[in-house]
């Protein structure tokens, strides 16, 4: 079963071309500060460590394909990955959908017929690269590596998270 929505590669790229435009400009706003402005310096940094969030958004929800073997990622702008079974160390909840209620203008542009509220889960893996572990980081999850599976960006999410749930039995580790 392979699970995608239309338009998340788009946002995964665009994540990573904004990503490098700010590592860029902080760059030059660094070079600028080393020839005697200190506070274009400061700057740069700040815009450095901005970009992180950013960047973690190009791993934060990778298609994803259930394989009898295991969850094979599939980010547009990271290469593809085979997390086995037993790398799949826990499910919780994702704390980055918005709450029951908070998605007033979201329903209106909708329809109240066809709105579906935020539901979704992290799932802590084993043995990915660092950009999962951004993600793990920016989820309150420490440095751990984590992916997002949820209505936002996976098609037919309740199948989907039915059959990890079946695999994954484990209590979280911590």
């Not at 993600?135 to 590596?145: A, D, I, K, Q």
């Not at 079946?166 to 911590?174: E, F, L, M, S």
Request: aromatic letters at 6%; charged letters at 20%; a positive charge.
């Amino acid at each position: 079963m392979q699970s995608s929505l239309k338009g998340k590669r788009a946002g995964e790229i665009g994540a990573l071309i904004l990503t490098i435009v700010m590592w860029v400009c902080a760059a030059v706003l660094g070079l600028i500060g080393a020839s005697g402005y200190p506070l274009m310096a400061l700057a740069a940094v700040f815009l450095a460590l901005l970009a992180l969030p950013v960047l973690q958004n190009t791993a934060r929800a990778p298609d994803i394909t259930l394989r009898e073997d295991g969850l094979l990622l599939q980010p547009a702008v990271w290469r593809d990955r085979l997390v086995p079974w037993v790398d799949v160390l826990a499910l919780t909840e994702d704390p980055s959908l918005p709450p029951e209620g908070a998605e007033v203008y979201r329903k209106r542009a909708v329809g109240k017929k066809k709105y579906r509220p935020a539901a979704g889960k992290l799932l802590l893996l084993r043995g990915l690269p660092p950009q999962y572990r951004l993600v793990g980081f920016f989820s309150g999850e420490g440095l751990h590596p984590v992916i997002s599976v949820n209505t936002r960006s996976h098609a037919d999410y309740d199948r989907l998270i039915a059959a990890i749930e079946k695999r994954v039995t484990r209590p979280p580790a911590g």
